[in-house]
């Protein structure tokens, strides 16, 4: 059984960093494409960062230069390293696999790309 489960979430002030970690059970992490959404009440998910299966990464323009996301591979776990946070950032963070290669990031941020997701933790950036 696939399962994926998200730590690392908390409360930050503006500028602060956080790195948040998925664990992945049931599935070998390489081959996969993977990601971070995140989601506030009453709008769309989001994609944040994305991994293709051949390590090459994306990200929305509302984060570059200030997230960064990883796999290793051999510890099935995925990263996304937050730093420079903003009260905007705060949301519930979820990750998500696919099995394949995305590709472009209109593919890797779209969710119903994703077969599979972790049960979200949550960010709140505040002073």
């Known amino acids: 059984q696939v399962q994926l489960v998200e730590s690392g979430g908390g409360s930050v002030q503006p500028g602060g960093s956080l790195r948040l970690s998925c664990a992945a059970s049931?599935?070998?992490?390489?081959?996969?494409?993977m990601a971070w959404f995140r989601q506030v009440p009453g709008k769309e998910r989001e994609g944040v960062a994305g991994?293709?299966?051949?390590?090459?990464?994306r990200y929305a323009d509302s984060v570059k230069g200030r997230f960064s996301i990883s796999k290793d591979n051999a510890k099935n776990t995925l990263y996304l390293q937050m730093n420079s946070l903003k009260p905007e950032d705060t949301a519930m963070y979820y990750c998500?696999?696919?099995?394949?290669?995305?590709?472009?990031?209109?593919?890797?941020?779209?969710?119903?790309?994703?077969?599979?997701w972790g049960q979200g933790t949550q960010v709140t950036v505040s002073s």
């Open positions: 049931g599935y070998t992490a390489r081959g996969y494409s």
């Open positions: 991994i293709n299966s051949d390590g090459s990464t």
């Open positions: 998500a696999a696919a099995r394949g290669y995305a590709g472009r990031w209109t593919l890797l941020s779209r969710p119903s790309f994703y077969d599979y």
